[in-house]
């Protein structure tokens, strides 16, 4: 059934958009070009059929060699199946450690809009990647938490979450530092806190602040009162 999967991925590349999407994605090897809408119509028509078998056998027969959007489909199949809470957690403990890259990261993460069915277990689950060394399974925590759960319950343990975060990947303090945007947008009070006494490294805390800045959500007045807590 793999084999059939990459067949049908292969019908869906196109040549000018792999060079494209290359550039997006310095270091990542084994991409083909296929554009998100029509990789999510793929995961949702294998989501109807009997994608456990697809799943199970990816699992035995895709590693290091996989093509990028091959991780990519898997992940999104495991958005969209029909599946209680069990199994959707022993799909998403083999699959995040397969997240190498950003793409692959928000573009399934923030279609995982079953973690707001079950919010307790779901934001529970992330927080069990915090104390990870993995660049990008704390950027699937990160991204996760601000897709779902940026809301009245939850927003004050997330900047903790945010703020205490330490990693030297790239890509997990730009998410970090996109993620404070978002929560500074919807809950400014909260957010200037963080802002005005936090622990995080001097590149994600600038870098936070500049995302925040350039939101077109943002008055002049709060950009201005911002860039006074540059370091």
Not at 156 to 166: A, P, R, S, T
Not at 170 to 178: H, P
Not at 184 to 196: A, D, I, M, Q, S
Request: overall charge negative.
């Amino acid at each position: 059934m793999v084999e059939e999967i990459r067949e049908k991925l292969y019908a869906l590349s196109e040549e000018d958009y792999k060079a494209f999407n290359k550039k997006l994605l310095p270091g990542v090897e084994h991409v083909v070009g296929i554009r998100l809408p029509a990789l999510r119509k793929l995961a949702k028509e294998l989501a109807k059929e009997n994608y456990r078998a697809y799943l199970e056998e990816a699992r035995e027969k895709t590693g290091a060699d996989s093509i990028h959007e091959e991780v990519m489909l898997q992940g999104l199949i495991i958005g969209y199946g029909k599946m209680d809470l069990r199994e959707r957690r022993k799909y998403l403990d083999e699959f995040v450690p397969k997240i190498g890259n950003w793409a692959v990261c928000d573009s399934c993460v923030t279609s995982y809009k079953f973690m707001r069915k079950d919010p307790d277990y779901w934001f529970d689950y992330l927080k069990t990647y915090r104390g990870s060394s993995e660049e990008f399974q704390l950027r699937f925590m990160v991204v996760a938490m601000m897709s779902h759960f940026v809301d009245e319950e939850h927003i004050d343990e997330i900047l903790e979450i945010y703020g205490e975060l330490h990693h030297d990947g790239y890509y997990a303090k730009m998410g970090v530092a996109w993620a404070i945007q978002v929560c500074y947008v919807k809950f400014p009070e909260h957010t200037r806190k963080l802002l005005e006494n936090n622990h995080m490294d001097d590149f994600t805390h600038n870098k936070a602040i500049q995302k925040i800045r350039e939101s077109y959500r943002v008055s002049r007045e709060e950009k201005e009162e911002l860039n006074r807590l540059k370091r």
